[in-house]
């Protein structure tokens, strides 16, 4: 006799008594602190992956309020979403080896990705002059679409097939730490001197500027970021994890 195939009710009933036996720590300990000293070491290690996150935000930050001293706090800023990715990538490994994984980790390594592979690099474009109201559409966009993806990840994460390690097999739409080949790029157009002409050193951004003083002003590279957007919320687009 076949066995019978679980429901999308059932499926979800599951999901929903998993969530609750995880979140049942959370509610035995009422003490001070009780978040804190729940925390794992793979939690650390992502709360870490927001703080390079942050960081790339300061440096940036601070490269625009004196951008004629020097570039170095330019370089930092494209640096610290790579650190962050190494952060991001560590902090899986030691949930996995640990058997430690929980909602709480999965919540903020989101949230920290969001930071780290989504805020963070749209304000390193902005710094290096996608400025005009079209480019920050397209920057907005990107941002936005990350946060859809994320999203729909942690409420879908359950129903992609999975290895005996609980370590799933492919991605649903482009994963936000691929926005690291956006950084890479941008590393590229700076070692160049590739970026807004307002900036020391600075050539102007490569194509130039489309419909220049109108109010659809913009730099064709922004749309660079709008199809990165769209490949992010794709349902169809399926990439093997490694």
């Not at 679980?6 to 009933?13: D, F, L």
């Not at 992502?46 to 170095?72: E, H, K």
């Not at 936005?144 to 359950?158: I, P, Y």
């Amino acid at each position: 006799m076949s066995q019978r195939k679980p429901t999308a009710q059932t499926v979800s009933q599951k999901m929903e008594e998993g969530k609750k036996a995880q979140l049942k720590q959370y509610n035995d300990d009422s003490g001070h602190f009780s978040l804190v000293r729940n925390f794992r070491a793979a939690d650390l290690i992502t709360i870490m992956n927001g703080v390079c996150g942050l960081s790339c935000l300061f440096s940036c930050a601070r490269y625009l309020a004196d951008p004629s001293n020097n570039r170095g706090n330019l370089w930092m800023g494209l640096l610290y979403p790579a650190l962050g990715f190494g952060f991001d990538v560590f902090d899986g490994k030691v949930a996995r080896w640990s058997g430690s994984a929980s909602m709480l980790g999965q919540e903020m390594d989101s949230l920290a990705d969001l930071v780290s592979f989504g805020v963070g690099p749209a304000f390193v474009a902005f710094t290096l002059g996608l400025r005009t109201h079209l480019d920050t559409v397209f920057l907005s966009l990107f941002v936005a679409c990350g946060l859809a993806r994320l999203a729909r990840f942690n409420a879908t994460v359950a129903l992609i097939p999975a290895d005996t390690t609980g370590k799933i097999k492919y991605f649903e739409g482009l994963p936000i730490p691929s926005s690291l080949g956006l950084v890479s790029i941008m590393a590229y157009f700076v070692k160049q001197g590739w970026f807004s002409t307002s900036l020391p050193g600075g050539l102007g951004i490569p194509g130039g500027v489309w419909a220049e003083g109108t109010w659809l002003e913009m730099h064709p590279v922004a749309l660079v970021w709008g199809f990165w957007a769209a490949a992010m919320v794709s349902k169809t687009l399926k990439i093997p994890k490694m």
